[in-house]
């Protein structure tokens, strides 16, 4: 059987103008545990998606992500994100990666 092969009707590729960070929204993790996500997109002059919307699980990784992405795009940043209610600006990396070995639980600003 010889079939003809046609193409398909090419979609017309929008630019992104925006890439929108936003967050925190409640969520559940892939253990089903309940966690913050920040979602990233890149978006048109109309804020709409143009590509795949990303979640992450940590404000810093969420920046991150769309300034890398904006950067790419030569797009604007357009940032709506709230700060990560669990992290403690003051704690280092190499702070927390130590009390994760002993086994101490990181101390929390009093309210």
């Given at each position: ?16 103008a ?8 409640p969520?559940?993790?892939k253990?089903?545990?309940p ?8 978006a ?23 300034a ?44």
């Open positions: 059987m010889n079939r003809r092969m046609t193409a398909k009707p090419r979609r017309e590729r929008t630019t992104a925006l890439v929108v960070v936003t967050g925190p929204e969520s559940t993790d253990d089903g545990q966690a913050l996500v920040w979602q990233v997109w890149a048109d002059a109309d804020r709409n998606p143009v590509s795949r919307v990303y979640k992450c699980y940590g404000c810093r990784k969420a920046r991150v992500l769309a890398v992405m904006a950067d790419e795009r030569g797009a604007v940043l357009v940032d709506e994100t709230k700060d990560d209610p669990n992290q403690d600006p003051r704690r280092t990396a190499r702070r927390a990666y130590l009390l994760r070995q002993i086994g101490a639980k990181p101390e929390r600003k009093a309210s």
